[in-house]
């Protein structure tokens, strides 16, 4: 996967080269996040393998487990499972096609914010190269001028020296 989003070379230079290891590095903490995340039925847009089933009371709640069931959810044993406050309040694992369907806009994610990562890594990289560079280069003119001034001073002096001993020699 080359990255075409972010431009490399006019005003960021690319120090950091796009790292397989790396990206799937951003696949899995998405991954991770994904599956230990947890949204309620009317989260449409959240991402999550698991869904919040809260619903009460308990014989309006159990014909709708039984159809979510019935559609390819299946209750997580790991979480909680019981009553609270009259309703029914159980974890699902929402159907394997979703999972499937969901991991391939994760990794898109994943990707756009490992190049989007990257880049800001490149670009801040790049402007401490360039003050890096403009220091040395103050630096130098800095000891130029340094070195000029004392050719200066040591000119000055000398002349100096020669019109004081014109001065006295003709004595």
């Known amino acids: 996967m080359k990255q075409t989003k ?24 998405s991954e991770d996040t994904y599956y230990n995340a947890v949204k309620s039925l009317i989260e449409t847009d959240k991402l999550a393998a698991s869904i919040q089933f809260h619903s009460g009371p308990l014989s ?13 959810y299946t209750i997580r044993e790991d979480r909680y499972i019981g009553m609270h406050g ?30 989007a990562s ?3 890594r490149n670009r801040v990289e790049t402007d401490y190269q360039v003050s ?14 340094a070195a000029a001034a004392e050719r200066a001073a040591a000119k000055a002096r000398q002349a100096a020296l020669n019109d004081l001993r014109s001065a006295y020699a003709a004595d």
């Open 118 to 120: 990257r880049f800001e």
């Open 86 to 115: 009259g309703a029914l309040d159980v974890t699902l694992s929402i159907p394997q096609e979703q999972i499937d369907l969901d991991l391939v806009r994760i990794h898109a994610q994943a990707f756009n914010d490992y190049e």
């Open 132 to 145: 890096v560079t403009l220091a040395r280069a103050q630096r130098d003119e800095e000891k130029r001028l």
């Open 60 to 72: 309006v709640a159990l014909s709708k487990l039984i159809s979510l069931v019935q559609a390819g």
């Open 6 to 29: 972010y431009e490399y070379g006019l005003d960021v230079i690319e120090f950091y080269p796009h790292d397989e290891n790396e990206l799937q590095e951003f696949i899995q903490r």
